[in-house]
């Protein structure tokens, strides 16, 4: 978390059954370069 910039707390939210929504958020190995991940 200190190695990454504007990380904050994740709040998790439970989806009712059959939600087909495709959101995505957050951080991946392909994107740590974006978010500024300095190893």
């Avoid at 087909?20 to 951080?27: A, I, Q, S, T, Y």
Wanted: net charge negative; aromatic share 8%.
């Amino acid at each position: 978390k200190e190695r990454i910039k504007n990380v904050y707390d994740i709040n998790i939210h439970i989806e009712p059954v059959g939600n087909v929504e495709e959101e995505k958020f957050g951080v991946s190995m392909n994107n740590l370069d974006e978010v500024g991940f300095k190893p």
